[in-house]
Nanobody
Framework: QVQLVESGGGLVQAGGSLRLSCAAS????????MGWFRQAPGKEREFVAA????????YYADSVKGRFTISRDNAKNTVYLQMNSLRPEDTAVYSC?????????????????WGQGTQVTVSS
């Protein structure tokens, strides 16, 4: 079983930055990719970004390209999401997820393990 623990959410003004972290405990499972998803009130969960573990290929939703950066630290089993130029529409609960079989990197169904989520609120 993989446990994911997120941190770094909070309240920030529009144009500001936040960095989210997600630490994974992987006693027996090899993670092949990790991703971030978000869900705003009244909206469906949407893909934000993902990274493969071996070669660090990165993927982004169009809405965050150029503003968000996903990275990982293999030694710490941790993935980061650096969020710059934040907008009020980025307000959501952000959840990290992990998979051992990254079939479709932007599809939530690909991911087997999920964190509890962290709130990001961007004020205008």
């Amino acid at each position: 079983q993989v446990q994911l623990v997120e941190s770094g959410g909070g309240l920030v003004q529009a144009g500001g930055s936040l960095r989210l972290s997600c630490a994974a405990s992987t006693p027996t499972v090899r993670i092949n990719a990790m991703g971030w998803f978000r869900q705003a009130p009244g909206k469906e969960r949407e893909f934000v970004a993902a990274i493969t573990w071996s070669v660090a290929s990165t993927y982004y939703a169009d809405s965050v390209k150029g503003r968000f950066t996903i990275s990982r630290d293999n030694a710490k089993n941790t993935v980061y999401l650096q969020m710059n130029s934040l907008r009020p529409e980025d307000t959501a609960v952000y959840s990290c997820a992990a998979t051992d079989i990254p079939i479709t990197i932007s599809w939530a169904g690909t991911y087997r393990w999920w964190g509890q989520g962290t709130q990001v609120t961007v004020s205008s």
